[in-house]
């Protein structure tokens, strides 16, 4: 059974550019029809060194830096 789950996983992540994590994995499998559990497609992941590449980049927006706790180095800072 595992050999099918990973191998669904892998053609996956190929196709998806290693965009897909293991909520969205879960999610195509149960579509396709194989009903597995979130512990084990984790693992097989995490076995088999599947890794996930982030697409979207943090971005602090303009007037969030105090709230975040992050000072912008463009942003002229007063010495008292």
Known sequence: M???????IKEMAR???G???RPRMIADLKEVGIDV????VGRLVRENGIVV?????FKVEEGQ???RGIISPTRDRQRP
Request: hydrophobic residues 35%; positive net charge.
């Open 2 to 8: 595992d050999m099918v789950v990973l191998a669904h």
């Open 15 to 17: 196709l998806s550019l």
């Open 19 to 21: 965009s897909h994590g």
């Open 37 to 40: 559990g979130h512990r084990r």
């Open 53 to 57: 590449e982030r697409t979207r980049k």
């Open 65 to 67: 830096e105090m709230i």
